[in-house]
């Protein structure tokens, strides 16, 4: 995940634009890579996955790029909403292994209305 | 279906006072989570369960204990706690079908230590 202090890395955006979140994941191993859009004071909500053997899946307004080679993983929101304004949080598994997700950080996203 | 329920949302708490924090999930997940989460920080997983009666140890598990004597239920205990304890915590759950796997998270116990 990200490697940042005390603050969050923020990406302050115009709404209606596209926004993209980017996560530089740790373990090279890693095949299964998640999403999750966490609200003020709330719990972690799951966005979208991924498996390694894709580089790209969409949902609905979103969706995950992985570039392997460089182990990074992003997450494109179009359309960028008021309601998207949250903290993004990736996470990466081994998915035969033995071990938890691992958490990145999170970035705010901020929506400039 | 609530998902995945937390008891209590608020607790203020004395050093060296104990407490245990409820999680509660009606998904029949298998494998359920405690996480803390400090400002600025990500999620630290505390300790984590893959079945009823086993527990294991994640990141920080230092002050902290927990039980799954039931399959719905994870409790996480804190028996002497310390203003460094003060957090959010979160509790999950998944359902192991595939192994560690998206996980689905409940809504958060604050809890302060003077």
């Known amino acids: 995940g990200e490697s940042v202090g005390l603050h969050l890395p923020t990406l302050s955006v115009q709404e209606g634009d596209n926004s993209i979140i980017n996560c530089a994941y740790s373990n090279s191993a890693s095949d299964y890579f998640i999403w999750y859009k966490q609200e003020s004071g709330k719990g972690p909500q799951f966005i979208i996955d991924i498996r390694s053997n894709m580089d790209k899946r969409q949902g609905q307004r979103v969706t995950v790029l992985l570039n392997k080679t460089v182990k990074h993983l992003s997450l494109q929101i179009a359309a960028t909403q008021p309601g998207d304004s949250a903290v993004y949080f990736c996470?990466?598994?081994?998915?035969?292994?033995?071990?938890?997700?691992?958490f990145g950080k999170g970035t705010r996203l901020s929506v400039i209305a | 279906n609530a998902g995945v329920t937390q008891t209590p949302k608020f607790r203020v708490l004395k050093t060296g006072q104990s407490m245990t924090l409820l999680c509660a999930q009606d998904m029949n997940h298998e494998y359920m989570y405690w996480y803390r989460q400090d400002p600025g920080m990500g999620l630290r997983l505390i300790h984590y369960?893959?079945?009823?009666?086993?527990?294991a140890k994640g990141e920080v598990p230092d002050g902290y204990n927990v039980s799954r004597l039931k399959k719905q239920n994870f409790l996480l205990g804190l028996e002497s706690a310390a203003p460094s304890q003060t957090s959010v915590y979160f509790c999950?759950?998944?359902?192991?079908?595939?192994?560690?796997?998206?996980?689905?998270f409940g809504p958060g116990t604050r809890l302060l230590v003077l």
């Open positions: 999950a759950s998944s359902s192991g079908l595939a192994g560690f796997e998206t996980q689905y």
């Open positions: 996470a990466e598994n081994i998915r035969s292994g033995n071990t938890p997700l691992v």
């Open positions: 369960s893959v079945g009823e009666g086993t527990t």
